[in-house]
């Protein structure tokens, strides 16, 4: 999808566009986070083990990454806003089959069904969020959207795990396919109906996205994916075990978490307008000491309470420089850059469920899950580095 990223002189006319922008994020966010949540309520109520419970997260991470370019490419020969809207019509639909699953493989449908609006949703999103403000302030524009995903870490996940753990599962999913009305209402109301889109190029588009530099950005976005899922799939057992923690502390746990998701994200926006390639070094070596640290600082409520606030807030700083970064260096191809991308964030979730769920299986211990999602930091650290070092010697073979 050939999307031209076309900055507004002045950020006025922009709060509206990006509120609606945001209230999709916040329903997007309340249903892929909330199962972590709900994961053992969930697995007693389709009765399957937790690891095998994890795999709907999992699932609803693959389907993210294979939605994304098909649903992009799908939807480019309509207007942002009628897109856009139907996105969230699919997300709408997937909720409502999730409320109805009878058993655990429609119940694995459903999410697939729900997760195939994600990628193309936030993709082009980002790209229309992009194209309201001034360039200097666009990594900001594009946190604002993901404002959406941490609040809904803050008050839809914890919501909707209390009404799963009060009232039942299927009850949530069906609360959250509400909020998917009240966002296609917003965008119906904030967006210009604007003109069709183009035929994408797709030969042309899929070459872009091919360069060495692309797909640098896109695996560091999914080795800091991978090492945020690696806990946080597996945060509910991981606190009864380790912190011995209460239904309420986990529900807490999961605000404080989103708390610091909303302030990464908005201090990740800012490094990021400063330097993309700093901003995510930062934070990507945040997320892996935090993480190697885990063990010790999950063995009390107050000392987890705090150490997840923290890890929250690194984890989720890292969303706005590494978007910003494909989307720079995929700019013939920015609207299909972008949603891959999020694919990418999806299969870093996948990896990093599929990672927790094995050390799990494997009788290693609760206390090593955060280790393991810890080295897959310190190989996006790594990756990093590679796309630094790349884009120096590009710049001294054709300096501007």
Request: aromatic share 8%; hydrophobic share 60%.
């Amino acid at each position: 999808m050939t999307v031209t990223v076309t900055p507004s002189s002045a950020p006025r006319g922009a709060a509206w566009p990006l509120l609606a922008l945001a209230i999709g994020a916040f329903a997007i966010g309340t249903t892929e986070f909330s199962p972590m949540g709900l994961l053992p309520v969930i697995a007693e109520g389709v009765d399957v083990s937790i690891p095998a419970a994890g795999l709907l997260v999992s699932a609803y991470a693959i389907g993210v990454m294979l939605g994304a370019p098909v649903m992009t490419l799908l939807f480019s020969r309509f207007g942002k806003r009628t897109a856009l809207m139907a996105l969230m019509g699919i997300f709408t639909l997937g909720n409502l089959m999730s409320a109805a699953a009878p058993d655990y493989w429609t119940l694995l449908i459903a999410r697939l069904v729900t997760s195939l609006n994600h990628g193309a949703f936030f993709g082009l999103g980002a790209v229309v969020a992009a194209s309201v403000v001034p360039k200097d302030r666009q990594a900001s524009a594009v946190a604002t959207m993901f404002m959406g995903l941490t609040i809904a870490n803050i008050g839809g996940v914890p919501a909707a795990t209390w009404l799963g753990q009060q009232i039942g599962w299927r009850e949530a999913f069906a609360g959250t396919a509400a909020l998917g009305l009240v966002a296609i209402a917003a965008l119906w109301l904030a967006l210009p109906q604007g003109t069709p889109g183009q035929r994408p190029d797709v030969r042309r588009e899929l070459g872009v996205l091919v360069r060495p530099e692309v797909v640098i950005a896109m695996l560091t976005t999914v080795m800091g994916a991978g090492a945020m899922f690696t806990l946080y799939t597996y945060i509910a057992p991981i606190l009864t075990v380790l912190t011995e923690a209460s239904d309420a502390f986990v529900t807490l746990a999961l605000v404080l978490i989103g708390i610091g998701f909303t302030i990464g994200n908005w201090l990740g926006g800012r490094l990021a307008d400063w330097s993309l390639t700093g901003a995510t070094a930062i934070f990507m070596a945040a997320l892996a000491g935090l993480m190697l640290l885990a063990p010790w600082g999950l063995d009390s409520p107050l000392a987890a309470a705090i150490l997840l606030t923290v890890w929250g807030a690194a984890a989720f700083a890292l969303v706005p420089p590494v978007q910003m970064r494909v989307m720079q260096a995929a700019a013939e191809a920015p609207g299909l850059a972008s949603s891959i991308n999020i694919g990418a964030f999806n299969l870093g979730n996948a990896l990093g469920a599929a990672l927790g769920g094995a050390v799990i299986g494997a009788d290693l211990g609760y206390a090593a899950v955060p280790v393991a999602g810890g080295l897959l930091a310190v190989a996006g650290l790594g990756l990093v580095w590679l796309g630094h070092r790349r884009g120096m010697a590009a710049r001294l073979a054709c300096p501007v």
